[in-house]
């Protein structure tokens, strides 16, 4: 079964530094997202991108935060200056049109 | 109007039994409703889902049922196991909008 894949599995970054989480999602998807998830919190939605641009962010998803489609396969979220508050479970999916979300495993980002 | 609101939070079924997970929702533009399982350190798992054009929805043990006027929907999981101990999330999202959550229930199943 076709898989989302998420790097690295936990990062662990001072206070102030840039973190960039990775993901390759399905490769016939067409929608893609990252959401967070604080722990033993609900999962928050983060932004959605399509066609090679933002097509929807939250309110959480400020200056500090930007997503790129480098290449045709991944998929990143980069965090420019982390804040203690931004320690979370952070989760790329993807999906085609009409579909739920297939999930990756997850980055557990600590910042210290 | 984007808030989904689950209940319960945490839920304790013995092995055998019923567990029924409820969600809420405000916004009537959604029309896509799934509900997602979660294993502790793994992301949700999308287990079934329905579209407001039906009423219940049936895989295996699991079977949503949905009440578009009262703006309800429920997650049934009949002869619970122990392996279904897990964190539930239900969700309602446009087609091709972001998708948003309830808080989760966390289901305990005991053998």
């Known amino acids: ?112 | 109007q984007q808030q989904v609101k689950q209940s319960p939070q945490s839920l304790i079924v013995q092995k055998g039994g019923i567990s029924i997970i409820n969600c809420a929702y405000e916004n009537t533009a959604f029309d896509y409703f799934p509900w997602y399982q979660q294993f502790p350190g793994k992301g949700p798992a999308l287990l079934i889902a329905i579209r407001p054009d039906v009423s219940e929805k049936k895989e295996g043990r699991f079977t949503i049922s949905f009440n578009k006027s009262a703006k309800q929907f429920s997650l049934h999981i009949m002869d619970s196991q122990p392996g279904d101990s897990a964190t539930y999330f239900c969700a309602a999202s446009r087609r091709t909008g972001k998708s948003t959550f309830g808080d989760g229930t966390t289901l305990t199943v005991k053998p």
């Open chain 1, 1 to 112: 079964e076709p898989e989302v894949t998420q790097t690295p599995s936990h990062q662990v970054t001072q206070m102030g530094q840039e973190v960039i989480l990775r993901c390759v999602p399905i490769s016939n998807h067409l929608y893609f997202y990252w959401y967070r998830q604080i722990l033993g919190q609900k999962v928050e939605f983060l932004v959605s991108f399509y066609n090679n641009e933002i097509s929807e962010k939250s309110e959480i998803f400020d200056d500090q935060f930007s997503v790129e489609r480098p290449d045709g396969s991944n998929f990143t979220l980069k965090i420019r200056s982390t804040k203690l508050e931004d320690s979370a479970m952070y989760f790329c999916a993807s999906r085609q049109e009409e579909h739920g979300y297939t999930f990756g495993s997850g980055t557990r980002l600590t910042v210290v």
